[in-house]
């Protein structure tokens, strides 16, 4: 049996000239984790369900809990002192912390701290995403430019699931784990060692009532996931619970390609780049899988906004490799100007 926390320090001792730092990082995420489970599961009895009176970036508005976890991981991560700067869903601009400790801290941190929270009020799994990247910027207040780095320079990525249990996800570029909070003791324990995307896939997970706007070469998986071939394991299965953590980490475990393309209303998709397909994308690419923005790797994509979006397709490489190869049959010019 292994704790994540004992796992986080062996594998960060594989690194000779380690710090100890990302290992404090990644378990300050940790602890954060703990307080937003609590604080979920007990949703209904404490009256923080619900929406807030404010609106985030995004112009959607924010429930009581989103707000509880921005400010837990802030929290956690500010206390901490490895992490300069926090560029969060929840948040315009990028928090740069103001505290001593912090402004000699290594890392910046990109997070949606609670992602899929339309689902929230009835019962359904929602999670937290989070980035991890070296700092550019040397010294002091951390800045725009230090989020603001591709998926490629990633130095660690994860989620955290809140569902029938509670499962935090990583990466540092060695594998992927799956640890499973056991809530009686408050430990997350190591339950999936070296996760990897089953050899075949037959689940795809895409919000088909947005079908008329899709390009054509979607419109077209769409009909070849339908399409009667045993040969392919055809047709294939639709699951889409609508809460990106959930659907991505079920396709993981099961086999099955996530999607959330552009449409002709917002050719970019919804999902934001940073903090939502970003980490994903550097699992997916850990699990065995591929994560493609559709005419390439989403880790290459280099970001100008910290909250701009991309279309997102993640999952087996063939899967992925089968949008790819039809987005660039039927629809080649989508998306580009
Ligand atoms: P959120 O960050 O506001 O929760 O939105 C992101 C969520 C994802 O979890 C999910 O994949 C997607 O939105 C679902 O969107 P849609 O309702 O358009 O299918
Ligand atoms: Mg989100």
């Known amino acids: 049996m292994k704790t994540l926390t004992e796992f986080i320090i062996e594998e960060q ?6 710090s100890g730092d990302l290992t404090r990082l990644l378990n300050d995420i940790g602890i954060a984790a703990k307080f937003v489970n609590r604080e979920i599961n007990r949703a209904g009895l404490t ?8 609106v985030n970036v995004q112009g959607e508005a924010q429930k009581k809990l989103d707000v509880y976890a921005n400010e837990q991981f802030i929290g956690a991560l500010r206390s901490g002192g490895e992490c300069c700067a926090i560029a969060s869903e929840e948040n315009e601009k990028i928090i740069a912390f103001e505290n ?9 941190v990109a997070i949606d701290p609670l992602d899929g929270s339309s689902n ?18 040397k010294s002091g207040k951390g800045t725009t430019t230090d989020l603001l780095q591709k998926g490629t320079d990633l130095i660690a990525a994860g989620y955290i699931i809140y569902g029938s249990s509670t499962m935090l996800v990583y990466t540092t570029g060695r594998g992927v784990n ?27 997970s895409i919000n088909e009532s947005n079908y008329i706007y899709f390009p054509d070469a979607i419109q077209k998986y769409i009909q070849y996931c339908h399409f009667d071939d045993p040969t392919t394991n055809r047709p294939y299965i639709t699951r889409y619970i609508g809460s990106m953590v959930a659907d991505f980490h079920r396709n993981l475990i099961k086999g099955g390609i996530f999607l959330y393309p552009g449409t002709i209303k917002n050719p970019s998709g919804k999902l934001r780049l940073l903090y939502e397909c970003n980490p994903m994308a ?12 559709g005419f390439g790797r989403v880790l290459e994509i280099e970001p ?4 701009q979006r991309s279309p997102f397709f993640a999952g087996p490489t063939f899967m992925v490799e089968k949008i790819e190869e039809f987005m660039q049959k039927y629809s080649p010019d989508f998306g580009k100007k």
């Open 178 to 204: 799956g640890f499973t909070l056991d809530p009686s003791v408050g430990l997350f324990i190591r339950s999936h060692p070296n996760m990897k995307y089953p050899d075949s896939g037959t689940i795809y």
């Open 13 to 18: 001792a594989a690194f000779p000239n380690a």
């Open 304 to 307: 100008k906004d910290i909250h």
């Open 47 to 54: 009256n923080i369900m619900g929406y807030n009176d404010e």
């Open 282 to 293: 550097y699992i997916a690419e850990q699990a065995g899988g591929k994560a493609s923005h």
């Open 120 to 137: 929230i009020e009835s019962n359904v799994s929602i999670g937290t995403v989070f980035s991890v990247y070296k700092r550019i910027s």
């Open 100 to 108: 001593e400790k912090s402004q000699s801290g290594k890392y910046v």
